[in-house]
């Protein structure tokens, strides 16, 4: 089908570029145009802290405001701020990186997301990610002129990535494994030993790994492993992170990069010319973010597990068995006993009893049969979410 603009004659066979015909637009975005002009609906579905930031951190921001920092940065980051980190990943993890050459300062994980890709792909590389996972990874990957190839992930295996199962769907032209625990939309934990397999194969094949490791701070009775500190990783592995969850910063848009200097330049090359810089307020407020957010996040934190364990118990009484997240702020139950779809579910959960969650289908293939539902809100919102979800589901039991 041909098309062209109001008002010419010039022909194209589509306005808009291919790579963007080729994704579709965010699975939930699109369900949550739906809720935007409802009334009294109760949200499991934006994954995002219900806090808003600690109050130390809005008050950094405003003094940089108020002594006029309102300037661009450097592209990389006012440099306290990547000291700062520097110091952070070293205290964190015992990892060294270079504040001046090895960190780049993002609007989020975001767009760390989008440049890591920009900057490493050629068209028709392979970047190999599991499936369900964030829904920017294979659209970042498409926008970027590469490949992503899904490996699926099951509940019986506690959603974890198969090492060998990556390895099956290697070929000449992969080049990267995307991979982000605790995972989004499951709540997925991958411990070391686990890790270890996957970093087997990056080395064997001469992959690199990008780890985004948004949800680190926030697991519930384990331990997470981040992949750069495995052996011989730090040089293969691109190290995504940011302050969005951890510290409650959605809006301020703010994440970070840690590589080796040859991609770190490569990423800066095309932030200077799109982005410059992240804003300066958001910066300073990173800064105190990083030297005293600490304990704030783990009130946060210690909030979010009392909600997970109220979440996953009471999915699991009204028949939605649910796995256990051991880290991030979601639950996946299983709506298969339903028999509808995960979009049926989640449109007809909505119109029927006011309550939004998202089909796990916005985040892949394999998340047919289960919805995710982001226990960052109150517990008295999630208490009547699971009492509106019971009406429905024996409701729809008595039809069946
Ligand atoms: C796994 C994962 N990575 C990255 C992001 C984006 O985070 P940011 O706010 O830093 O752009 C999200 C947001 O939901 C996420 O779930």
Redesign the pocket.
């Known amino acids: 089908m041909s098309t062209n603009l109001p008002g010419q004659s010039r022909k194209y066979e589509s306005i808009t570029s291919q790579r963007v015909n080729q994704i579709p637009p965010s699975g939930i975005r699109r369900f949550f145009d739906l809720l935007a002009s409802m009334e009294g609906v109760i949200s499991l579905g934006i ?2 802290p219900d806090y808003p930031t600690p109050w130390h951190i809005r008050e950094a921001a405003i003094h940089a405001i108020e002594k006029g920092y309102t300037m661009y940065t450097s592209n990389l980051g006012i440099p306290e701020l990547r000291q700062e980190l520097s110091q952070h990943l070293k205290n964190s993890y015992n990892l060294d990186y270079d504040p001046n050459s090895q960190l780049l300062i993002t ?7 989008d440049l890591v890709m920009r900057a490493l792909l050629n068209p028709g590389d392979e970047v190999i990610m599991p499936d369900p996972c ?1 829904v ?1 990874y294979p659209a970042c990957v498409v926008l970027a002129g590469g490949t992503p190839v899904m490996v699926p992930t099951y509940e019986k295996n506690n959603f974890e990535i198969s090492a060998s199962d990556i390895e099956a769907r290697v070929s000449d032209k992969t080049k990267i494994i995307l991979i ?1 625990y605790p ?2 939309p499951t709540g997925a934990v991958m411990g070391k030993e686990k890790l270890l397999q996957i970093a087997e194969v990056a080395r064997r094949h001469q992959l690199l790994v990008i780890y ?1 490791e ?2 680190a701070k926030l697991v519930y009775g384990v331990k997470h492993t981040c992949f750069t500190t495995l052996p011989g990783m730090k040089e293969r592995t691109i190290l ?1 992170s ?4 951890a510290y409650a910063m ?1 809006g301020w ?3 970070y990069a840690a590589a080796n200097k040859e991609i770190i330049a490569a990423m800066t090359k095309i932030h200077q010319y799109t982005l410059l810089c992240v804003p300066i307020m958001a910066q300073v407020a990173a800064i105190e973010a990083l030297k005293s957010g600490e304990a704030s996040t783990t009130e946060m934190v210690n909030e979010y597990n009392r909600r997970r364990q109220v979440m996953v118990k009471g999915l699991n009484e009204i028949g939605l068995p649910c796995f256990e997240p051991r880290g ?1 702020f979601y639950a996946f139950p299983s709506i298969k006993g339903t028999g509808m779809t995960s979009q049926e579910f989640s449109e007809r959960l909505l119109l029927e009893e006011k309550v939004a969650v998202v089909p796990g289908t916005a985040f892949g293939r394999c998340g047919e049969g289960y919805v995710r539902c982001c226990f960052a809100t109150s517990l008295a919102d999630i208490e009547e979410a699971l009492s509106r979800m019971k009406r429905f589901v024996d409701k729809h039991k008595k039809e069946g």
Not at 107 to 113: M, P, R
């Open positions: 994954g995002e609007i989020g994980v975001s767009e760390a997301l964030y920017s982000g995972a989004n985004d948004i949800y995504l940011g302050f969005s969850k959605t848009r703010i994440g991030a």
